[in-house]
């Protein structure tokens, strides 16, 4: 062989042991940047779905009267948590439309699409084949707590009412539950 072909062999081999020892320098920098990256896109695809779980189960928590505080809260924050699920933005949005008065929708239409919202954020957090929709459609609600929002409403009525100086007048009351108060004996 000639000098040059020895020297090119000789300078191609010393060129290859200074990759290999670049590469064995670099591969555990790599190796944790990899895993850095791997560990916060885990921490970060938990932290939407706790949010996600923390929205529904308030919802869930709320759905026999979504007008409480923390059912308010948790409807405020579809959009933001499931900013990825069409579906889920989809359906508040309709449910959104229900709430409002003026288009008088029948109040079943509310809780058909409030069960529709539930379905879908339970769709996309993968409960969607463990939750029926009699699941999400049963709700507790004891007399008891119902008779304290209606007791609340008259006085928030009557404080409105005295506020603005005025008496309160006897269509300003909701509804009376069917069965309270009890009719004197």
């Not at 191609?12 to 944790?32: H, K, N, T, V, Y």
């Not at 933005?89 to 809780?111: C, M, T």
């Not at 609600?141 to 609340?152: G, W």
Request: glycine share 4%; net charge neutral; proline share 5%.
């Amino acid at each position: 062989m000639s000098e040059w072909v020895q020297l090119a062999f000789a300078t191609l081999s010393a060129m290859a042991a200074g990759f290999a020892a670049f590469a064995a320098w670099q591969a555990p920098r790599s190796a944790a940047k990899l895993g850095e990256d791997l560990r916060q896109t885990s921490e970060r695809d938990n932290e939407r779905r706790r949010l996600k779980l923390h929205v529904f189960a308030a919802l869930m928590q709320e759905r026999a009267s979504l007008a409480s505080l923390d059912g308010v809260r948790a409807l405020n924050l579809v959009d933001v948590v499931f900013h990825d699920c069409r579906a889920v933005r989809d359906a508040w949005a309709e449910l959104f439309v229900s709430f409002d008065a003026s288009k008088k929708l029948p109040r079943h239409v509310q809780e058909e699409r409030t069960q529709k919202l539930l379905t879908d954020m339970a769709v996309d957090l993968g409960l969607g084949d463990q939750l029926r929709s009699d699941d999400l459609g049963r709700v507790y609600y004891p007399n008891a707590l119902a008779e304290e929002e209606y007791v609340r409403q008259l006085e928030r009525q009557a404080t409105k009412a005295r506020l603005e100086g005025q008496a309160p007048t006897a269509n300003t009351a909701p509804a009376a539950p069917s069965l309270w108060p009890p009719k004197p004996a």
